[in-house]
């Protein structure tokens, strides 16, 4: 059988073989292009407010990209991404959703907290809640006791949905009894979620 390939290949005229070389080099080329055009979808400006070039991440993909666990307002932009915004659940039981931007380094250090590095940081807004049940909007805001020993998210709590939060030992983090009769536990800015 392999014989009788060979002798249908070594049939082949000179125009197909002509054929088959031009469509070689057609993927050749058309492989380059892709890959200049990958390489340069990112890059960075003068201003140092662009993003880093990065050629594996979804750089030509639509909408708001979602934020790299850990990332930090006030901190420095996680290297290797293409994109200048991304987006981040928040709140207690990730109700609501939270803005973070690239910034510079002169208007972070301009707040209290900043601790980025190098340019460009991280500038988060606050958390935008998503249309959330009422049991996560406290009734006690201006008056936050201390949470009881034991509190911890996901931890049991009664009555459910009773509206009031306590503030744990850290003094940034807020809890409240969600309806399922469980904690919500989350970052709280003194007036809201943050």
Sequence with gaps: MVAKLGQMFDGESAEN????????????????????????ACTVSDTGLAPVGDAGSACGAKGTAVCPTGLTSQASWPSGTCYSACIKTCGPD???????????????????????????????????????????LPT???????????????????????????????????????DQGKYACAAWSGTGWK
Excluded: F
């Design 94 to 136: 990730g109700i609501g959703l939270r803005l973070c931007t690239q910034t510079d380094r002169a208007t972070c250090q301009a707040t209290s907290g900043c601790v980025c590095l190098d340019t460009p940081c991280v500038a988060c807004a606050d958390c935008a809640l998503q249309t959330p049940s009422d049991c996560y």
């Design 140 to 178: 006690n805001a201006a008056a936050v006791p201390a949470c009881a020993a034991g509190v911890t998210q996901g931890g049991p709590c009664g009555p459910p949905c009773d509206r009031q939060l306590c503030m744990e030992a850290d003094g940034k983090t807020g809890c409240v009894c969600n």
């Design 17 to 40: 073989s002509e054929r088959a070389e031009a469509g070689m080099n057609w993927v050749l080329v058309m492989g380059l292009l892709v890959a200049t055009v990958v390489a340069n």
